[in-house]
C-alpha cells in the first residue's frame, strides 16, 4: 500500500535506472545527477522558475504565461520566443503533446516526422522526451525567463528527469490532477507512486541548492469544479511533494465565473494551503497561487474570447494571484498560432499591471464564501486522512475510490464519477448531486438552498439539465445557463 | 431504435462532449454505445460489429485527429462493417484551419459527415436520422 | 443673466423660427412640430431609447453602445447595420463629426462632397444637419435598436431639432459638458441658454406623450477628472434638463482605473442625481447611469487595448451602469473600422453577459470612497448654489468663472484650468493643486494625505510631473505613473 | 532659444497633447508660443511671424487633418514665411491608415516632418535641434 514517506535514496536511485531505459534518450550523459546539479547551477535567477515567483509574490503582482508547444524542435523555440519578446510573456511553457503524455514516444517520433514532412504542427505540443535533455537545453538557452513542462502525463518519470537536467526550473503535475482528467484507467496507486518520484527528484536537487518549483495541476477537468474539490487536490498533492522534499509550490485554480467566488478561491487556496503544511510540519515551504483563465468551452468569436480574457484578468490580479496562466482567442478553434497566441498575453499583461496596486476588498459575501469553501475542504481533508488512517496518500486513494472526492466530468474510473455541479442564481458553482462527497448535512443544505433559489428564479427543477445547460453557457455567451427550449440545445 | 458507437479517439481524454453527445442522443430515441475515451479505432469497429450500429461518431478534440482516424474506413471494410456511417466531429485538426479543407481531406479519407468546432449535436440528429432513415 | 426657468413656450417658438433658419435642412415639412409628433409617435418601443434604459434598469442589467458615424448616408447607414448584426450593440449612435459641432456646415457640405470624391470618409462622424430629417429618417429606418446623436456641440439647436423629428430618440450633451471640454471661447452663459431650448423641446415632446432620452456627457476631457467634479456636472445638468420637462436622464462618468473608485462612483452617481433631483421637486424624473470605458489615451497595441476593453466592461456591470459606451481596438490609431468598432462591442458584451447575475459587494472600502466622493459633490453644489442665490444655472456660471468648479486639461477660457489631478497610490484620482475648487479643508487635507502616500512609495515630490506621468500611464501599461527617467519622457 | 509655435489645429479640441508639448518643450529649453485649440492656419502663419520662429508645430487629432492642413505650405509662403520648418503630429488621418502613404501625403503638401499616433514628443526635440541648429 502506497504511503506519504520520503523515498529513500537507493530506492529512487534504482528505480532511476530502470526510468532513463524507457527511451534512448535516457542515456545522455547530460542525465548523470552530478552534471544535472551543474546544469541547473548555471541557471541565472532570472531564469529560475521558483525565485522568480518568490520575488512576484513578495511584490503582490502577477506574473503571466501561455500555454505552448509544437512537433518540431526550431519552430518551438522561435515559438518561444515570440511569446517572451511580442506576448511579454513573464514565464515560459512547454505543452507537451499527447502521445508523449500517453508515454508513446514512438507515437511522438513518428508525428515530429509527419510535421517534418507536412510542414506543419501535427502535435499538439512538444514531445521533450524525444528531444532529450539536449534538446530541452536548446529551448531553455534560447530565452530569457524560465521555462516550465506543462502536460497532463500520468507517468512523467523519463520527461521530469530529462526537462530538469535540462534545466528547465518548474514542472506541472500531480499523482491525483495528472490522473483523474487525464487517464481512463490508471491506478490512482501508481499516479501517486510515478509523482512521489518526480517530487523526489526536486527534493534531491533542493539538497543541493537547487530552486525548483512544483505545479499540482488546479483546474483538474476545468468544468464546474467547485473550488473546494480542486483545493483539496491541491493540498493533498502540496503535502505530498512537501514529504519529499519540494520547497517551493505553486497551488491552482481554474476561473469559476463568478468574481466573489474567484477571489474567495484564490484566498483561501493560498490560506488553506499554508495551513495544512504547517499543520504536517512541512514548515520550510514557500507557496505561490496560480489563476487559470477560464479553463471550459470558449465562445467561438474570437473578440468575445478576449473578453472572456480581459474579464479573467482582472479576477487573478483583484486575487493576488502570483500567475495567471492565459488563453488565446482561437481557444475554441484549435491550438493557437503564435500570434494568437501573443494577443491573449498581451491582454492579459496590461490589465494585471493597470490593477497591480489594486486589490479586491474585503466585505461580508466574501468573507462568507471564504468561510464556506474552507468548511467544505476541511471536511474533505479530514475524510480523506481518516480512511487513509492518517495518511494522505492512502487516503487520497481511498477516497477517490469511496468518492468522498469527487471530480465532475472526469474520465478516469477511479473517480466515482458521482456528483453533479451547476451554479447558483449569482453563478457561483454549487453541487446538486452529492454522490458519495464528504460533505456533512449542514454544507449539503447550504448548496441545495443555494440551488434551488436558481431553480424558482428560472422556474424549473433543479436537474442535470441544469448542469448540461451551464457546461455550455459561457460558449453561449452567459455564466449561468438558461433553459432552452427543446430542439434549440447547445 | 437505431445503435450509434460514440467515442474519443486516440490519446484523447477530453470527456465533457462525450458525456453531453451521449445524453442528448439518448434522449431523441437512440441506442448509444459509449466507449468513452482513449478509444482505439479498433474499439469503436469491435462496438459497432458487436451492437449491429448505424453509424460510428468519432470524437476528436485534442488535435491528433488527423493521424489517429489515418485508414479508418480502410480498417472498417476490412472487419466487414461496409455499410457503417461514419462521422467525425470535435477540434479535428490541430491549430485554427479552414473548415473547408479540413471537411475535404476528411472525406478524402472515407468519412461521410464531418464537423466543425462547436458544431450543435442537435445538428447531427438530422443527419443521423437523414442517413440511418427513420 | 441666465436662470433655471422653463422657457416659455412663445419665447421657445420665436426662437425656434430663427433656429431653423440656421442652414437649409431647417425648412423640411417634417420640422412642423405635429409632423415630428407624429413621426416620434411611430417609433416602436424597442426603438424608444427611454423605454430600452428603462427596462434595462429594472432588470439590472448594462447595454451596450458603440460610437460611430461616417460621412456618406448609405455607408453611415451600412455601419449602423453592421455594428447591430454583427456587433451586437443594444443602442446605436450616430457620432456627429466636427465640422457640424461647430456649426461649420458649410465645411462639412465639403466634407461629405471630398469624401465622395476620396471614396473613404474624411469627416469624423456623420454630417447629420446637412442629411437633414429625411436623412436622418433613413437611418432610423433601416434600424432595429433605439438611435442617439453623440456629438460634442456647444450650440446643438438645428441638429436636436433635426435628430428628433426624424424619430432618434436620445441626445448626448448639456449646456457644460459639451462646452468646456468641446470649446475654446463659447460663454457658459450662452450654451447653457443653447442647451435649455434643447431639452425645452423634449419637454415639450413628453408633453405629448412621448419619450425621449438626454444624456449630459459625463467624461468631460476624459482624463483624470475626479469622479465628485463630473458628478456636480452630471446632476447640475440634469436639474437643468429636468426644469424644462425632461423625464428621462442618463448621467455619465468615464472609467477611472482603480475599481473601487469606479464602482463608488456609479453607485453615487446615480444616488446623487436621485437625490438632488427631489430635492429640487422633480420627483417623476427616471435617472439611469452611462459608464465610458476609458476615455484617456489607449495603448497602441491591440491585443492592450482589447484587455482595456474587458477590463472596463467588468467594471461597468459590477457598478450595474445601465448602458456603457464601448472602445475599440483601434482607438489609439484612428476613428476604427467597422469591424475594429465590433470587436470592441463583442469583448464588452459577453462581460456584461458573464457578469449580469453579479454585483460589487459592499465592504468598508467602498462605502468610504462613496462617502468621500458625497461629501465632495455636496461642497461644490452647495458652492454653486450659493453663488447662484440658489439658481444653478446662475450658479454655475459664477463657479465656473471663480473656479469654484474646475475641469483638468480643459480647452475653454471659461473654465479656470488651475486644479491638477494625480492618483494616489492604489490609482484612485485625487487632487494636487485646488485653484479655487469649492473643496473644504478636511477634504483637500484628504486629497493631500493619499497623494502623499504615494509620493512617499515613490520616493519623490507631489508635483506636476506626476500629473504628467500619470496621462500617459494607460497608454504604456500602467494605471499609476511611475517616475520616469529624464530624457525618457514619453 | 529657439522658438517654436505650437497649437492643435482646425475645429479640434483636443487640449491634453498641447498642453504636455508646452510643458516638454519649455523644459527643453525652447521658447513656445502656443496658440492652443481650435486654431486657424492664419493663426500660426501670424503668431510664427510675430515672434520669427524657426518652426511651426500643428497638432491634428479629430481626423480632419487633412483638410485643414490644405495649402498651409504655400499660405507660409505667401506670408513671407519662406523657411519656417513645419512639422505636423497627432492623429492627423480619419481612421487607421498605413503611416507610409500618409507621411507621403503631407510631405507633398510641404511638411517637413510627419509624425504618427501617439509619438513621443521627445523624438521631435532631437529633430528640432537638427532642423534649426543650436
Ligand atoms: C475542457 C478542456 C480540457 C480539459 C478536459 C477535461 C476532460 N477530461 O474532459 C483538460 C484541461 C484536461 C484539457 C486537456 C487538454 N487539452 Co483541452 N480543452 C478543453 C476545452 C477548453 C473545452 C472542451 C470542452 O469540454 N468543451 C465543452 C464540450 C461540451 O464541447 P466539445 O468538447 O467541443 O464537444 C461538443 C462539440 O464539439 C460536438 N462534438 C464533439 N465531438 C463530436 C463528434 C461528432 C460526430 C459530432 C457531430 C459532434 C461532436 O458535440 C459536443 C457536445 O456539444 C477546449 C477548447 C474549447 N472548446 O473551448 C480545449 C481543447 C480541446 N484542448 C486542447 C488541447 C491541446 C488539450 C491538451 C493536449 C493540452 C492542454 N492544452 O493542456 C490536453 C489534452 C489531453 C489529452 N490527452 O486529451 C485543444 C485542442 C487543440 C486542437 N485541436 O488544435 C483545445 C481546442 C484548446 C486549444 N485551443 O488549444 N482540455
Ligand atoms: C481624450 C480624448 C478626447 C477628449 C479630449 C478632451 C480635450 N478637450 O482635450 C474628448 C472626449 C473631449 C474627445 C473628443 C473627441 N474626440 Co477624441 N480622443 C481622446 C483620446 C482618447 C486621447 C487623446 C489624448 O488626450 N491623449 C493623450 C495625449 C498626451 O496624447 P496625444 O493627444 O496623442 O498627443 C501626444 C502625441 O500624439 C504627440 N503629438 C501630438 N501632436 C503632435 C504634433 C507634433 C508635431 C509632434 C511631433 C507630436 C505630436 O505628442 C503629444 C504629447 O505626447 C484619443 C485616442 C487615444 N489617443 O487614445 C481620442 C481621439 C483623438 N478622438 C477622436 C475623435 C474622433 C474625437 C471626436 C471627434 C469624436 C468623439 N469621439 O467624441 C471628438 C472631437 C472633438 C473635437 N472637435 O475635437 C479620434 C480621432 C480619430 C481619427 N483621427 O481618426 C481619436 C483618435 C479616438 C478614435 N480612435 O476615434 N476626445
Redesign the pocket.
Known sequence: MITNKKIPWDTFLAKREEILRHWETGSSPMLDLDKAVETLKNIPDHKNFAKKLKQAKERGITLIQP?AGVALLDEHIKLMQYLQDEGEADFLPS?I??YT??NRYQNAQDGIKESERAGRSLL??FPAVNYGVEGCKKVIDAINVPMQA???TPDARLLTEIIHAAGWTSNEGGGISYNI??AKNIGLEDTIRYWQYCDRLVGYYAEQGIEINREPYG?????LVPPSISHTVAIIEAILAAEQGVKNITVGYGQGGNIVQDVAALQTLDELTNYYLKLFNYNDVFVTTVFHQ?????PADEAKSMGVIGLAASVAAQGKATKMIT??P???????TKEANAEGLKASKIVVNLLKEQSFPSSRDLKAEKEMIKKEVNALIYATLNVGKGDLAQGAVKAFARGLIDIP???SEMNAGKILPARDAEGRIRILEFGNLAFDDEIKAFHKERLEARAALENREVSFQMTIDD??AV?MGTLVGKPRVRGNA? | MKTVV?G?IG????????K??EH?LTEHGFNVVNIG??SSQEDFINAAIETNAGAI?????????EIDCKYMRENCQEAGLNHVKL??????????QDFKEVETRFKKMGFD?V?P?????E??VK?LREDLGE
Open positions: 500555454r505543452t503533446d499527447s503524455r500517453q499538439n505540443g506543462r502536460h497532463g482528467p487525464y483546474p483538474l477537468t476545468g468544468t477560464w479553463m471550459g468551452g470558449f488563453k488565446s482561437h481557444e475554441s478553434q484549435g491550438v493557437p466530468f472526469a474520465p457546461v455550455y460558449s447547445a | 460514440i474519443v490519446a484523447d481524454v477530453h470527456a465533457v462532449g462525450n453531453i453527445i442528448v475515451v482513449l461518431l468519432v470524437s476528436s478534440l485534442y488535435g491528433h485527429g462521422y467525425v466531429g470535435g477540434n479535428i485538426v490541430v491549430g485554427k459527415r464537423y468546432p462547436g458544431t450543435n449535436i445538428d447531427a443527419h
